[in-house]
């Protein structure tokens, strides 16, 4: 369901549809799940995970915040390359997708959307503010930056979508990180 649902989109995509994909007779996939709604959901916690996954290592790996956030932005980049040499196409952030597709079309959804992003937007602001309090990021509101960050990387996840472009995510992962400022060298003892 996962991958149907970032290949084709909700709306376009039946319960026959995962079914045959899955192997799956209609009552067997009812016997799991109540609804196709219900399913996304799953999908969506499984995205969920897969991301708090990622920002629980950021936040306990030694090393600088920027090279952190310069290791996320690169590891975006280049799961984008290899989908586009792998398929031809960019297929987009799955959970940026959803979000354009059904935020404010249906509550469940959107409300998990909402938790999705609230949830990314902390572990940011977290990082971010580790980088302020050992010296190393001059940010004034990590919040902001935070939710910034995150608007940068479903902008550039949703430009490289449209154009087929992983370029466009290394060139906005580079401008991102500028905004944040350049890393302060830490003082010499």
């Not at 996962?2 to 549809?17: I, K, M, N, P, Q």
């Not at 980088?131 to 949703?158: C, I, K, N």
Request: with cysteine.
């Amino acid at each position: 369901m996962a991958a149907l649902l970032h290949e084709r989109g909700y709306t376009a995509l039946s319960v026959s549809d995962i079914c045959a994909s899955a192997g799956l007779k209609k009552g067997s996939f009812y016997h799991f799940f109540e609804s196709k709604q219900a399913l996304a959901l799953a999908a969506l916690e499984s995205y969920a995970e897969h991301n708090r996954a990622h920002l629980r290592e950021m936040l306990s790996a030694s090393g600088s915040v920027h090279n952190k956030l310069e290791g996320m932005f690169k590891a975006m980049y280049e799961g984008y390359r290899s989908q586009c040499e792998g398929d031809g196409q960019a297929l987009g952030c799955p959970i940026g997708n959803l979000a354009g597709e059904m935020a404010g079309r249906n509550a469940e959804i959107t409300a998990k959307l909402e938790s999705i992003f609230g949830e990314w937007r902390e572990g940011l602001r977290q990082l971010l503010t580790q980088g302020v309090e050992s010296g190393e990021l001059d940010v004034t509101d990590p919040a902001a930056a935070a939710e910034s960050l995150v608007a940068f990387l479903e902008g550039a996840a949703l430009l490289a979508r449209t154009m087929s472009d992983p370029e466009i995510i290394r060139r906005t992962g580079e401008r991102a990180l500028s905004l944040l400022g350049p890393p302060i060298p830490a003082a010499s003892a």
